[in-house]
């Protein structure tokens, strides 16, 4: 309990120094992007629009630690402005109407390439030296040496551009209705292919290498002989005895990668123009549009910080040193 | 990018490492002056010279050293301004243009040859950045421990946390642009990796008996951090370095084609900005994305060999199994046959 309570309030510290780098940010910037956005776009607004986002930008003449207390203040309670470039939505709107397919794409992603790399790290570290130990680890570091977006590209040009088996860009065809119909479902998993591919293919050697090296030296705990000195099958020795101990670090790195989901898939959506909180943010940086910017950026740090916390609480289950301490 | 750091952590977290710092100085009780430095060199030269003979060191050490002369040499290569409008546009690889040319007209191969400079040079500056920080946060946080490691380790946390390519593009948009700010915000954002796991090996050490030597004899805490602890902890320095400068070489290339970057220099992620900008994908015209992504990808690959082999010379237990199986490592071999028997 004290262990979670400590992560709770380390999670809290950090999410507050996300806002402090949000409040900091558009106040002490050379050149003013703030005023700028302001001149582009003052004619559209609202007098009392323009207020509050003077307000939350930090064009304003009050003290500095008023500003402060205020812009918390509205983090906390979600009131994050008007976005700019598709005025006149509210920030909150807009990040709830695309959070569904950052986690869709990136959920998927990492689901099956950590499950695909542990299970090939497992059987590498199981039979070291046998064909998928010798080939898999250095082909898969090389395939991770590409950059994401650049194999995005590749695989958009070879699948998508010449021999048209998936569609390129979008989360779904603009020709069907969302719904829950088969055809939608269907249309969107279609559309989701090359994407989830091109990240499972770049994370999988990660998490394919983190699992053998920690299996490497799981099998050689005395418990291990131990099993095979019973007699137990290879298997139950393998999964329940070997992996199972070798599991923790994976979990660990799940819970960090977890916050690759919403952040990291930034690249791979802007090249396949996915509809997801990456591509926005990139759209948001282009349209100078600050409040729909920071309030991404927080979006994306409450979520990777609660994912964090929830692999904590699932670590105090797994792992008893954690409790006893 | 972030995977490969977390790669590194846990390869490194998961053992004890007693390989490479294994038999430490030894003579905690000799004056403090020559033992540590008779102790300072061998581990390194051992690591040294396991890199040499290692296959996958030399091989990535050859393909790096082949893309650091591509980047001295493009001056004399191609002495004229590699954005120049030489040939026609689209043009497929011949014999005049060996990789074609780009939409504009472009050479790809001299724009391929001159972005090597600026990815090197931004990689290298902020592999080297980040390690350094890295390097003095994790020794002061294990050297003196309570307040200052619980201060440090916080901030580092908090840093691993936040979601690293949004605070890039979001830092990005802020600064103004420029190769400076490139390698600013890179640095901000990779530090804090290097930082955890050079700690936690620091840590190790710390508790070390030469050490409780050398501070008990009063010597100054930055020697005994730089002279007797940093020495010790060299692969692991040395794989966090590798690291890191992959981490830049890919952050900087995932900036710029975001178009985030610095527009006007020419650079491998500045390439491939222009070549999505001017719809080398749609039009089909492979040759010019490929180039750079593949010298992108080739380097990093070196280095990743370079820090793979690293991992192998200092970890015993990753090492090939060799035929005269040392009598430490029971569990694989006879499980081996017993599978295939029940198979």
């Given amino acids: 309990m004290r262990f979670i309570l400590r992560r709770l309030g380390f999670y809290l510290i950090a999410f507050w120094v996300s806002i402090t780098l949000n409040f900091l940010l558009p106040r002490f910037m050379p050149g003013d992007p703030v005023s700028r956005m302001f001149a582009r776009t003052q004619d559209r607004m609202q007098p009392e629009q323009i207020e509050a986002l003077r307000k939350l930008l930090g064009v304003d003449d009050r003290p500095i630690w008023e500003q402060y207390v205020d812009y918390l203040h509205n983090m906390v309670t979600g009131q994050m402005g008007v976005s700019i470039s598709r005025f006149p939505t509210p920030v909150t709107e807009v990040i709830a109407s695309q959070v569904g397919w950052t986690l869709l794409l990136g959920g998927t992603a990492l689901v099956i390439a950590a499950v695909v790399g542990n299970l090939l790290g497992i059987l590498a570290a199981w039979r070291r030296g046998g064909a998928i130990d010798s080939a898999l680890p250095p082909f898969l570091i090389f395939i991770g040496s590409f950059p994401y977006f650049w194999l995005a590209m590749g695989a958009l040009y070879l699948f998508g551009v010449t021999l048209g088996w998936f569609p390129i860009r979008h989360a779904f065809s603009d020709t069907i209705e969302p719904s829950f119909s088969w055809e939608f479902m269907s249309d969107v998993g279609m559309h989701l292919v090359l994407p989830a591919l091109t990240i499972v293919l770049v994370s999988v050697g990660g998490w394919m290498l983190g699992m053998r090296n920690t299996m490497i030296a799981t099998n050689a705990e005395d418990y291990i002989t131990m099993a095979e000195a019973k007699g137990l099958r290879p298997g139950r020795i393998m999964f329940r005895y070997a992996a199972r101990n070798a599991m923790l670090p994976s979990v660990t790195s799940f819970g960090m990668s977890l916050g690759f989901v919403v952040g990291g898939a930034l690249l791979t959506e802007v090249v396949f123009a996915y509809p997801g909180v990456g591509y926005q943010l990139l759209n948001a940086v282009q349209g100078l549009d600050y409040p729909l910017m920071q309030g991404l950026f927080l979006t994306i740090t409450a979520a990777v910080l609660l994912a964090n916390f929830l692999v904590d609480i699932l670590y105090v289950r797994l792992d008893p040193r954690v409790r006893a301490n | ?343």
């Fill in chain 2, 1 to 343: 990018m972030t995977t490969s750091i977390a790669t590194t952590a846990s390869t490194v977290s998961g053992e004890t490492f007693a390989g490479g710092a294994g038999t430490p100085p030894g003579t905690p009780d000799g004056g403090a002056g020559l033992p540590p430095g008779a102790s300072v060199r061998r581990p390194n030269r051992s690591l040294l010279h396991g890199l040499l003979t290692n296959k996958k060191a030399m091989t990535g050490a050859a393909m790096l050293f082949f893309f650091i002369a591509l980047a001295l040499l493009a001056p004399v290569l191609y002495p004229d301004n590699p954005s120049k409008i030489t040939g026609m546009a689209s043009q497929e690889p011949d014999a005049e243009f060996w990789l074609g040319t780009t939409a504009k007209g472009q050479d790809v191969l001299a724009l391929t040859i001159h972005g090597a400079r600026s990815s090197l040079l931004v990689g290298l500056t902020v592999g080297f950045a980040s390690t350094f920080i890295g390097i003095l946060v994790g020794l002061a946080a294990a050297y003196f421990g309570k307040f200052i490691d619980e201060a440090l380790s916080l901030t580092t946390n908090v840093f691993l946390l936040l979601p690293g390519l949004p605070l890039l593009v979001i830092l990005a948009a802020f600064l103004p642009p420029g190769l400076g700010t490139v390698i600013l915000v890179l640095v901000v954002t990779g530090w804090a990796g290097s930082a955890r796991v050079l700690r936690s090996q620091a840590l190790s050490i710390r508790s070390k008996d030469f050490v409780a030597a050398a501070v008990v004899t009063g010597e100054r805490p930055l020697r005994i951090m730089f002279r007797e602890i940093l020495p010790n902890m060299a692969s692991i320095v040395m794989g966090t370095l590798l690291a890191c400068i992959i981490y830049g070489i890919g952050a900087q290339a995932g900036l710029e084609f975001l178009g985030l970057g610095d527009v006007s220099t020419v650079s491998w992620g500045n390439n491939l900005y222009w070549a999505g900008n001017e719809g080398a994908l749609l039009t089909g015209s492979w040759w010019v994305f490929i180039p750079s992504g593949l010298c992108i990808a080739l380097v990093a690959f070196s280095l990743s060999l370079i820090n793979y082999a690293v991992d192998e010379v200092t970890n015993p237990r990753l090492r090939k199994i060799r035929k005269s199986k040392p009598a430490s490592k029971p569990a694989g071999k006879p499980a081996k046959p017993g599978k295939r028997a029940s198979a």
